[in-house]
Nanobody, 131 residues
Framework: RVHLVESGGGSVQAGGSLTLSCAAS????????WSWFRQAPGKRYEGVAA???????TYIDSVKGRFTISVDSAKKILYLQMNNLKPEDTATYYC?????????????????????????WGQGTLVTVSS
């Protein structure tokens, strides 16, 4: 598995911006399928955005137009630019890589029309948005 480390979380007021980063320890062929998930207190994991191996991008409806996912493959860093943050965006954000068939009970999301799971996960970074 790829070791992933997130950074960039913090506390902001509604309408503010944050950029999350996720550094990967190495490159693998299957790594080029990245995603950001989030988990709010008491709620299930939610896939927020993803980039598939063909560089096609998927967003959930609630973040379209506000969040931007990007990857610097040379530096092995995944980003999530979050603008116009809302209190409902408050959650711990996780990056995940190495997509494949989702295992039983594993968080998954639909990426380019296909439900996928992710083999490697970061430790998470907390984003708190106050009203």
């Amino acid at each position: 598995r790829v070791h992933l480390v997130e950074s960039g979380g913090g506390s902001v007021q509604a309408g503010g911006s944050l950029t999350l980063s996720c550094a990967a320890s190495r490159n693998t062929a299957s790594q080029y399928c990245w995603s950001w998930f989030r988990q709010a207190p008491g709620k299930r994991y939610e896939g927020v955005a993803a980039i598939d191996p063909d560089s096609k991008i998927t967003y959930i409806d609630s973040v379209k137009g506000r969040f931007t996912i990007s990857v610097d493959s040379a530096k092995k860093i995944l980003y999530l630019q979050m603008n116009n943050l809302k209190p409902e965006d408050t959650a711990t954000y996780y990056c995940a890589a190495e997509c494949g068939i989702p295992g039983a009970g594993q968080p998954s999301m639909v990426v380019s029309g296909v439900e996928v799971g992710f083999e490697s996960w970061g430790q998470g970074t907390l984003v708190t948005v106050s009203s």
